[in-house]
């Protein structure tokens, strides 16, 4: 089977390993970068690594439930959150679009299905990414990865503007320097801090004529304020 042109990255949560095997195949040959975990811990260490553009996640898992898991990561990643489960009930399918789902794929579902309903998730993602996000006299341009300050680029590094998105997007929140790196630079953390610290020097001094600031919590973190 002829693979088509990249499309984007999926991770495919599933406990039932030929399944995983049969979706990824599949994803595979439509153009997607597949990531499968087995359980909900296996995941969460995809996630340290990747971002994908959507996950597939099964409601039932040997080490707790799809709907937890959604709302532990619904805040940390963009990614379109499609459920997979063998219960079709209305009252379960509500409490998934509420804690943060996009949608439910019900199982035996035919490979196509699958697809159809990833790829309009991917394309919707597409879409979000295209948005400018504003903060004061701040502008980010999440598809160009640029940002301005009033219309005027801050020259930004391509990991200064990752960073500068996730401070943004997190105004007045305390965030861990580990959770920073992991997600800004898509790695574990590591010991040593002095790629963070440099980066947010940096952006400090690119940033200090907007109107906000990027301050320091001791053993918590960082925190992007106005003032």
């Not at 953390?189 to 963070?196: C, D, E, G, V, Y």
């Not at 952006?203 to 600031?213: A, D, V």
């Amino acid at each position: 089977m002829e693979v088509e042109m990249y499309k984007g990255s999926a991770l495919l949560v599933e406990d039932n390993v030929k399944l995983n095997n049969v979706n990824a195949r599949a994803l595979e040959s439509r153009g997607y970068e597949v990531y499968t975990a087995l359980s909900l811990g296996e995941a969460r260490q995809r996630l340290l690594w990747i971002d994908p553009d959507v996950i597939l996640l099964d409601v039932m898992l040997p080490d707790g439930t799809g709907f937890d898991f959604c709302q532990e990561i619904r805040d940390k990643t963009m990614a379109h959150i499609l459920f997979l489960t063998a219960r079709a009930d209305h009252e379960d399918m509500l409490q998934g679009i509420r804690i943060g789902g996009d949608g439910y794929i019900t199982k035996p579902f035919h490979p196509e299905e699958m697809l159809v309903k990833v790829d309009a998730a991917v394309r919707r993602r597409n879409t979000d990414k295209a948005q400018v996000v504003k903060k004061g006299n701040l502008e980010l341009d999440i598809m160009a990865r640029q940002a301005f300050s009033d219309g005027k680029s801050l020259e930004l590094t391509a990991i200064e503007f990752s960073l500068l998105l996730l401070l943004v997007k997190n105004e007045g929140n305390i965030l861990n320097s580990d959770y920073i790196y992991e997600t800004v630079w898509r790695a574990p953390a590591i010991q040593n801090k002095r790629a963070l610290q440099s980066a947010i020097s940096k952006l400090r001094i690119k940033i200090e004529h907007t109107g906000y600031s990027i301050s320091v919590q001791r053993s918590q973190g960082y925190i992007f304020e106005k003032g």
